[in-house]
DNA sequence: ATCTATGGCAAGCCGA
DNA sequence: TCGGCTTGCCAT
């Protein structure tokens, strides 16, 4: 059947077609449905048509899940990277959505509203271990027939008729409780089967069989058997199992880059696609495989342009949009994976609610809608904007390179290329410029996943083996589901309740100490106050992972932390009333600690491991940056009550713990003879130490304290003022690490940056004290320069002077203050500008009312010099204090100067 | 629909 | 006029 790689497109819409009819019989009887056994096996696999669900598939990768309505199971999607087609699988096993209740069978037969639901299945009493209260408790698992009826429906699902109903019945004598009835049922499944999207899968005879990679399991051995041997062995089982996540192969994905585009009559407006009132006039579809073709619409009294396309773009014209549509949908069926920047909101959005306005049948249409995403219903779409928007994923896996997202900002970040400018709307454009427009964008679209070797869709392959989530939620949701997730895996696989939130905390509690910002909920890290100056020779040691550490030395977890024994209160967590279970290890210790080692002591060096084939490197680099996006958030969740194990004593021990390594690692320096000029939070900058002094530092850590701690680098010089959060520092190579400088931020304008720059490539010449002095002359004729153009009114384009500041919230959500981004936008609104949070405004300040002005209004005569030379002189200053220079001094003398 | 945390700085607003 | 507060941007 794999052999047969090409299928008719008839012959695929029948199986669809086939399948929908199948659907809706049974939809309409319920009673359709079988018992476990081996007939269903069969039975299912049948229905499927037996292409499209395979009773016997070579190793396949796991990469969706979902639940088919109509069928009354879940569907799992797996490509097979042979033919590069997906697969379904449907679920024979008999598995159904059920919640856990403390209310017994006895009493919930009483309650009519289970017991009739349309969807009630049955009960049974299974024991779990409940982990916030130490002890093992029976609960009733009551199944359903049909997930909606669990929990989804805003009314009348058992999660909320159990606990409605109990006291109608019963009285208030029980305080009724329901566990897991908030998870969806394809990851309830995930969770149950022990499935791992992101690896592989055989399907032999209907069973789904877990596929082992030879190669990587003797990787994981060696692992798990040398490297790690030494380690505290109740981690070793959850090493190996991340290993096992991590070493697998990652299969090549054939896919496609699309984007439309869509006539408008209003020039500035874009249409609505809910509307999808207007025509589809041109596609892109940029693939895998190399195809790269522009779907055009031919229209009434459009200009051809020159259509000199490179041999590899084929150019298609269309009469009819209905056909261009069918094009396109034909492509959705046919590349397992679909790529798009916004296609979500947009693209896919358009071409759904279009095809319906064409006539098009709902079963003919490739795109299934949610509430706010667009899935396919044959391969997986993958909306590179939902991805990129991911704070986590901008901070950590792209280390801030694009500030906005949008396909031009991402693209000139990432790969260095852009959009095409339009200078006259699209639906004016001829069809050579309106093709070159979408195909480029598509193009950046499809670049954006191969760049790299295929960084992108390495990551999402490694995070959704992490998570244990379909590839689709994996790239639109954030950290702390993926987080949850897993949790949520961990607990199903020992047997563990997952506890409620409510219950965590009130059972934990909440936190102890005063946070110093005001409105936060604990107390965080400690900064040293710096020492002002210059300092050669400085060192700069850090805790690797201090936090995930810690969460893995001191066992931290909504378990452990405030735990039920009275014999582990003596074990406390210093400056504050907390205490942690010396009995057992919490998930999170476990999970969280097992990543962070394998990060630190496997990943992270063998990404640099110039031994290893290239290849295998680059695979451990997405591997490594893929556990740092992990790991930095694995603290903050703790704190976060969005998080469905939130636990502020354990986010606050955590810090607190946090804080006492620090100093009592400055007071082990100071015994040593060591000089700490600066630290934050995990960070110590040591002047001039000693090769000894770092070594015995680091022993001391290790040994004390169970810390890693080591050198990060080492600074020719570092430059400190007595801000907090604010130097600069010069490595070995030259290079310069500006850190929370004011002429380092974004905001700030151009004019004022450039001159700053200036400074900093002085300062990276300066190797000694002696020639510092030097550079202290170069920096004052700077600055003076700086002063004067600003003085005389000389700089070039007024665009350099614009300030660029976001709009935290839309312009009239500011009640408490009006900032002068947001009187700058109530300008811009007033020109009739729709302006929304997320929007940077550029503004300038002038001398008149109300002293600010967007940029693309002002003129250079309007200009409030003084209000620049201000900026200049605090922006400066941050710099010149440490090197004892005054600002007023640099340009008195420039006035001298003109005097003699 | 989506959401990891706290600490720190600079600027400007705004009420006492 | 002063100082607390809001806002945005950044460090870790």
Redesign the pocket.
């Given at each position: 059947m794999l052999q047969k790689k090409q299928r008719s497109l008839d012959e695929f819409y029948s199986l669809f077609k086939e399948s929908s009819e199948i659907e809706s019989n049974v939809s309409t009887s319920p009673d359709n449905f079988l018992e476990e056994g081996e007939e269903q096996e069969e039975m299912v696999v049948e229905e499927a048509g037996g292409e499209l669900a395979p009773a016997n598939l070579p190793p396949s990768y796991l990469v969706s899940a979902g639940y088919d309505g109509s069928r009354g199971v879940v569907y799992l999607k797996l490509y097979e990277p042979t033919s590069q087609r997906i697969y379904f699988w449907y679920d024979n096993t008999g598995h159904r959505p059920y919640l856990l209740t403390n209310v017994p069978p006895e009493e919930l037969e009483k309650l009519e509203r289970v017991v009739n639901h349309p969807s009630f299945d049955h009960f049974e009493v299974v024991e779990k271990y409940d982990a916030l209260y130490d002890r093992n408790i029976k609960v009733t698992k009551v199944v359903a027939k049909d997930p909606l009826a669990i929990g989804g429906r805003p009314r009348g699902c058992l999660r909320d008729i159990i606990p409605e109903d109990y006291p109608l019945v019963f009285g208030n004598s029980r305080d009724v409780k329901v566990w897991e009835a908030a998870i969806k049922y394809y990851q309830c499944y995930i969770y149950d089967r022990a499935l791992q999207p992101g690896m592989p899968y055989k399907i032999e005879n209907g069973k789904l069989i877990p596929y082992s990679h030879d190669d990587s399991e003797k990787n994981i051995r060696k692992i798990v058997d040398e490297f790690f041997r030494g380690e505290s062995s109740d981690l070793l089982p959850y090493l190996e199992f991340w290993a096992r996540l991590l070493e697998y192969p990652a299969p090549k994905m054939r896919r496609v880059a699309l984007d439309i585009e869509v006539y408008s009559p209003v020039a500035t407006r874009v249409p609505d696609p809910e509307e999808a009132s207007q025509p589809v006039i041109c596609a892109s579809l940029v693939g895998s495989d190399g195809k790269k073709r522009v779907l055009l619409l031919r229209r009434g009294g459009v200009e051809e342009g020159e259509m000199d396309f490179p041999s590899d773009v084929s150019i298609e014209f269309y009469t009819s949009e209905r056909d261009l549509l069918q094009s396109i949908f034909n492509a959705l069926n046919d590349y397992p994976f679909v790529i798009t920047f916004n296609g979500?909101d947009f693209d896919l959005n358009y071409l759904y609610h279009r095809a319906k306005n064409l006539g098009f049948a709902k079963r003919d249409v490739p795109i299934e809608r949610?509430?706010?995403?667009c899935l396919l219903k044959y391969g997986v779409h993958i909306d590179l904007y939902?991805f990129f928007?991911?704070?986590?994923i901008q901070?950590?896996a792209f280390g801030?390179k694009y500030?906005n997202v949008t396909l031009d900002e991402v693209a000139r970040a990432l790969l260095g290329r852009s959009k095409i400018e339009l200078t006259k709307p699209v639906s004016e454009l001829s069809y050579s410029e309106l093709a070159r427009y979408c195909l480029n964008d598509a193009e950046l679209t499809y670049a954006l996943t191969s760049y790299n070797d295929e960084l992108v869709m390495k990551l999402l392959i490694v995070l959704t083996r992490i998570s244990r989530m379909p590839m689709e939620d994996v790239s639109?949701?954030?950290?702390?589901?993926w987080i949850r997730s897993f949790m949520q895996y961990e607990h199903r696989r020992r047997n563990m309740l997952i506890p409620n939130s409510d219950d965590i905390i009130a059972v934990r509690g909440t936190t102890a100490t005063r946070?110093?910002?005001?409105?936060?909920?604990?107390?965080?890290?400690?900064?040293v106050r710096p020492i002002p100056g210059v300092h050669f020779n400085v060192a700069v040691m850090?805790f690797q992972s201090?936090y995930p550490s810690i969460i893995k030395v001191y066992n931290l977890g909504y378990q452990t932390v405030r735990c039920v024994h009275e014999e582990c209160r003596s074990n406390v967590v210093p400056e504050t009333p907390h205490w942690i279970c010396r009995k057992h290890r919490a998930l999170e210790s476990a999970l969280i600690g097992s990543l962070r080692d394998l990060r630190v002591k496997w990943y992270k060096p063998k990404a640099k491991d110039k031994s290893l084939p290239s290849e295998q490197r680059d695979w451990y680099n997405v591997i490594q940056s893929a556990l740092k996006v992990i790991l930095?958030?694995?603290?903050?969740?703790?704190?976060?009550?969005?998080?469905d194990l939130y636990c502020p004593p354990a986010?606050e021990a955590t810090?607190a713990i946090g804080r006492s390594i620090i100093t009592q690692t400055i007071k082990r320096a100071h015994e040593l003879g060591i000089e700490v000029i600066y630290g934050?939070?995990?960070?110590l900058f040591l002047k001039n130490p000693s090769q000894e002094q770092v070594k015995a530092l680091s022993e001391w850590a290790e040994e004390a304290l169970g810390m890693e701690l080591e050198v990060d680098k080492y600074y020719r010089y570092a430059v400190l003022?007595?801000?907090?959060?604010?130097?600069l520092g010069v490595l070995e190579d030259g290079t310069v690490d500006?850190?929370?400088?004011?002429g380092?931020?974004?905001?700030i304008p151009l004019f004022i940056k450039r001159y700053f720059d200036k400074i900093e490539d002085i300062l990276s010449r300066v190797k000694t004290p002696a020639e510092f002095e030097f550079a202290k002359r170069d920096i004052e004729k700077t600055v003076r320069e700086c002063y004067m153009k600003l003085k005389n009114r000389e700089w070039e384009d007024i665009n350099d002077l614009a300030f660029?500041?976001?709009?935290?919230?839309v312009p009239g959500?500011?009640?408490?203050?009006?900032?002068?981004?947001?009187?700058a936008a109530y300008i811009l609104q007033a020109k009739g500008i729709e302006l929304k949070a997320g929007d940077?405004i550029r503004f300038v300040?002038v001398t008149k009312e109300?002293?600010?002005k967007p940029v693309q209004l002002a003129t250079s005569k309007e200009i409030d010099v003084d209000?620049y030379i201000?900026?200049l002189?605090?922006?400066f200053?941050?710099i010149l204090d440490a090197l004892n220079l005054e600002f007023d001094e640099i340009i008195g003398l420039t006035r001298l100067e003109q005097f003699m």
């Amino acid at each position: 059947m794999l052999q047969k790689k090409q299928r008719s497109l008839d012959e695929f819409y029948s199986l669809f077609k086939e399948s929908s009819e199948i659907e809706s019989n049974v939809s309409t009887s319920p009673d359709n449905f079988l018992e476990e056994g081996e007939e269903q096996e069969e039975m299912v696999v049948e229905e499927a048509g037996g292409e499209l669900a395979p009773a016997n598939l070579p190793p396949s990768y796991l990469v969706s899940a979902g639940y088919d309505g109509s069928r009354g199971v879940v569907y799992l999607k797996l490509y097979e990277p042979t033919s590069q087609r997906i697969y379904f699988w449907y679920d024979n096993t008999g598995h159904r959505p059920y919640l856990l209740t403390n209310v017994p069978p006895e009493e919930l037969e009483k309650l009519e509203r289970v017991v009739n639901h349309p969807s009630f299945d049955h009960f049974e009493v299974v024991e779990k271990y409940d982990a916030l209260y130490d002890r093992n408790i029976k609960v009733t698992k009551v199944v359903a027939k049909d997930p909606l009826a669990i929990g989804g429906r805003p009314r009348g699902c058992l999660r909320d008729i159990i606990p409605e109903d109990y006291p109608l019945v019963f009285g208030n004598s029980r305080d009724v409780k329901v566990w897991e009835a908030a998870i969806k049922y394809y990851q309830c499944y995930i969770y149950d089967r022990a499935l791992q999207p992101g690896m592989p899968y055989k399907i032999e005879n209907g069973k789904l069989i877990p596929y082992s990679h030879d190669d990587s399991e003797k990787n994981i051995r060696k692992i798990v058997d040398e490297f790690f041997r030494g380690e505290s062995s109740d981690l070793l089982p959850y090493l190996e199992f991340w290993a096992r996540l991590l070493e697998y192969p990652a299969p090549k994905m054939r896919r496609v880059a699309l984007d439309i585009e869509v006539y408008s009559p209003v020039a500035t407006r874009v249409p609505d696609p809910e509307e999808a009132s207007q025509p589809v006039i041109c596609a892109s579809l940029v693939g895998s495989d190399g195809k790269k073709r522009v779907l055009l619409l031919r229209r009434g009294g459009v200009e051809e342009g020159e259509m000199d396309f490179p041999s590899d773009v084929s150019i298609e014209f269309y009469t009819s949009e209905r056909d261009l549509l069918q094009s396109i949908f034909n492509a959705l069926n046919d590349y397992p994976f679909v790529i798009t920047f916004n296609g979500d909101d947009f693209d896919l959005n358009y071409l759904y609610h279009r095809a319906k306005n064409l006539g098009f049948a709902k079963r003919d249409v490739p795109i299934e809608r949610g509430q706010k995403i667009c899935l396919l219903k044959y391969g997986v779409h993958i909306d590179l904007y939902r991805f990129f928007l991911n704070r986590s994923i901008q901070i950590y896996a792209f280390g801030q390179k694009y500030r906005n997202v949008t396909l031009d900002e991402v693209a000139r970040a990432l790969l260095g290329r852009s959009k095409i400018e339009l200078t006259k709307p699209v639906s004016e454009l001829s069809y050579s410029e309106l093709a070159r427009y979408c195909l480029n964008d598509a193009e950046l679209t499809y670049a954006l996943t191969s760049y790299n070797d295929e960084l992108v869709m390495k990551l999402l392959i490694v995070l959704t083996r992490i998570s244990r989530m379909p590839m689709e939620d994996v790239s639109r949701q954030g950290v702390s589901k993926w987080i949850r997730s897993f949790m949520q895996y961990e607990h199903r696989r020992r047997n563990m309740l997952i506890p409620n939130s409510d219950d965590i905390i009130a059972v934990r509690g909440t936190t102890a100490t005063r946070a110093i910002i005001k409105g936060k909920k604990y107390m965080g890290a400690i900064v040293v106050r710096p020492i002002p100056g210059v300092h050669f020779n400085v060192a700069v040691m850090d805790f690797q992972s201090l936090y995930p550490s810690i969460i893995k030395v001191y066992n931290l977890g909504y378990q452990t932390v405030r735990c039920v024994h009275e014999e582990c209160r003596s074990n406390v967590v210093p400056e504050t009333p907390h205490w942690i279970c010396r009995k057992h290890r919490a998930l999170e210790s476990a999970l969280i600690g097992s990543l962070r080692d394998l990060r630190v002591k496997w990943y992270k060096p063998k990404a640099k491991d110039k031994s290893l084939p290239s290849e295998q490197r680059d695979w451990y680099n997405v591997i490594q940056s893929a556990l740092k996006v992990i790991l930095n958030a694995s603290y903050g969740v703790f704190g976060a009550e969005v998080f469905d194990l939130y636990c502020p004593p354990a986010a606050e021990a955590t810090s607190a713990i946090g804080r006492s390594i620090i100093t009592q690692t400055i007071k082990r320096a100071h015994e040593l003879g060591i000089e700490v000029i600066y630290g934050d939070t995990d960070s110590l900058f040591l002047k001039n130490p000693s090769q000894e002094q770092v070594k015995a530092l680091s022993e001391w850590a290790e040994e004390a304290l169970g810390m890693e701690l080591e050198v990060d680098k080492y600074y020719r010089y570092a430059v400190l003022s007595s801000r907090k959060k604010n130097y600069l520092g010069v490595l070995e190579d030259g290079t310069v690490d500006v850190k929370g400088l004011t002429g380092k931020k974004r905001h700030i304008p151009l004019f004022i940056k450039r001159y700053f720059d200036k400074i900093e490539d002085i300062l990276s010449r300066v190797k000694t004290p002696a020639e510092f002095e030097f550079a202290k002359r170069d920096i004052e004729k700077t600055v003076r320069e700086c002063y004067m153009k600003l003085k005389n009114r000389e700089w070039e384009d007024i665009n350099d002077l614009a300030f660029e500041v976001v709009l935290g919230k839309v312009p009239g959500a500011y009640d408490k203050t009006t900032p002068q981004h947001v009187k700058a936008a109530y300008i811009l609104q007033a020109k009739g500008i729709e302006l929304k949070a997320g929007d940077t405004i550029r503004f300038v300040k002038v001398t008149k009312e109300p002293f600010v002005k967007p940029v693309q209004l002002a003129t250079s005569k309007e200009i409030d010099v003084d209000k620049y030379i201000g900026y200049l002189r605090s922006t400066f200053d941050q710099i010149l204090d440490a090197l004892n220079l005054e600002f007023d001094e640099i340009i008195g003398l420039t006035r001298l100067e003109q005097f003699m």
